[in-house]
């Protein structure tokens, strides 16, 4: 999960330095796509298969997101989900593709300020009713496409001033799915997952914070559940097969993680979300 954990790093250069960076044909794709104006970086995200990179353009224009594969990957299917996302899904459930350059080797995507639920959370106006909103943008998407989101954690979650942006749409099954798995089902276990194997990061962010993102955890499941009709149980199930994939993975920091804090963390979420569904149910 170290993607979806992967830390914004604050930075102020020209985008030429980072276009000497990459592949002329490359660079020269993005010069004509932004029609030759200059631009700054002013955000880098890193991950595992895609760099992004936040892009300030003119004062007062729309600010971009530029991600760039790294090297022997390829957006293709990234770009594919968010265009179909773009078309069917209203607006503002996920964000505008501006477009793709040197055969899906980077794209330029609208960018949606807000912030992540983890820092969301932390702050004394965070609003009540944050997971139904939540909810309300991931059954958008799966009543607009019709499969799962496929990369559902609270990385790719931004909390805007009046509602909820899901980001990077990926393939229903990029994590793994069972055969006729309900999208729900899917994005959930995944969800949960996700939540209970970065308990440790949270903890070292605050306390505090931590325990609400164990509340999220819960109140989005329970939610999802309700409003799709979900089993419980079946999204806890999901939830495990991605926690086991995690303590049998070839990283050993992937395994300490899941034997020390992610599975007590997961243990703790279940008792807690079958609670909230029993009390929930008719």
């Not at 170290?2 to 660079?27: C, F, N, Q, W, Y």
């Not at 806890?236 to 300490?256: F, I, K, T």
Request: glycine fraction near 8%; aromatic fraction near 6%.
């Amino acid at each position: 999960m170290s993607k979806a954990m992967a830390r914004p790093r604050h930075v102020d250069i020209p985008g030429e330095t980072i276009l000497l960076e990459l592949p002329e044909s490359l660079a020269g794709a993005i010069r004509d796509a932004l029609g030759g104006r200059p631009f700054r970086v002013v955000r880098h995200w890193l991950g595992n298969t895609a760099d992004a990179y936040l892009l300030a353009l003119e004062p007062g224009t729309p600010r971009l997101v530029l991600k760039v594969a790294r090297t022997g990957h390829s957006l293709r299917d990234d770009i594919e989900a968010l265009r179909r996302a773009a078309t069917l899904a209203p607006a503002g459930v996920v964000p505008a593709i501006v477009g793709a350059f040197a055969s899906d080797a980077a794209c330029l995507v609208e960018y949606i300020p807000g912030l992540s639920p983890a820092v969301y959370l932390r702050r004394r106006s965070a609003r009540a009713g944050l997971a139904a909103d939540i909810v309300a943008a991931l059954q958008a998407y799966h009543t607009a496409l019709g499969c799962a989101f496929g990369d559902f954690h609270p990385e790719n979650v931004t909390v805007r001033r009046n509602g909820v942006s899901l980001l990077d749409p990926g393939f229903p099954d990029q994590h793994g799915r069972a055969e006729r798995e309900p999208p729900m089902v899917t994005d959930l276990g995944l969800w949960v997952h996700a939540i209970a194997s970065n308990v440790v990061t949270y903890v070292v962010r605050g306390p505090c914070g931590a325990l609400r993102m164990l509340s999220l955890a819960v109140d989005v499941a329970a939610c999802g559940c309700r409003e799709a009709g979900a089993d419980p149980a079946q999204v806890l199930e999901v939830a495990d097969r991605h926690m086991n994939d995690l303590r049998e993975s070839q990283w050993p920091r992937d395994r300490v993680t899941a034997l020390v804090a992610g599975r007590p963390a997961l243990w703790w979420l279940k008792r807690r979300i079958r609670r909230a569904a029993v009390s929930t149910s008719p």
